[in-house]
């Protein structure tokens, strides 16, 4: 599930306007060639979260974001917008269905002096369909 997962997610973060024409790429890996901002779905875990009767896996997805810009206020809306995104997956998702979201924690880090990664962990708790 945990694949099927990160596609869904990346289909999902694609279909919203707002980020397909703000980021210029949204990938499952760090793109090799593209202008700032992108996102990318860095890395993924998953343990089992099964029931007696279900199957189950709690997937946790780590989200990249690489922007530029002197002011925070433009990555902050940037990382608004994501989040927001994130947690509206629908439930219902071919192979699977998504029980919860939960942000979990955040990295800022200045690469250079306009240069800034973004790192945003989530948790997803799945059962299969």
Known sequence: MEMLLRAALLSWL????TLSTTLSSITEE???RTILPWLSLSASAAIDWSTK???G???????QLQ???DELSAAAALVSEIDAQV????QAQ?????TSILFMRSRVQQRSPTVRA???EYRFRVQAA
């Not at 896996?57 to 989200?63: P, V």
């Not at 947690?87 to 629908?90: E, I, S, V, W, Y």
């Not at 071919?94 to 998504?98: D, L, Q, T």
């Open 14 to 17: 694609a279909s919203s306007s």
């Open 30 to 32: 760090k793109p090799a």
């Open 53 to 55: 009767t279900e199957v």
């Open 57 to 63: 896996q709690e997937i946790r997805i780590a989200l």
């Open 67 to 69: 922007c530029q810009g």
């Open 87 to 90: 947690r509206t997956l629908p």
């Open 94 to 98: 071919a192979g699977f269905n998504v």
């Open 118 to 120: 973004i790192l945003m």
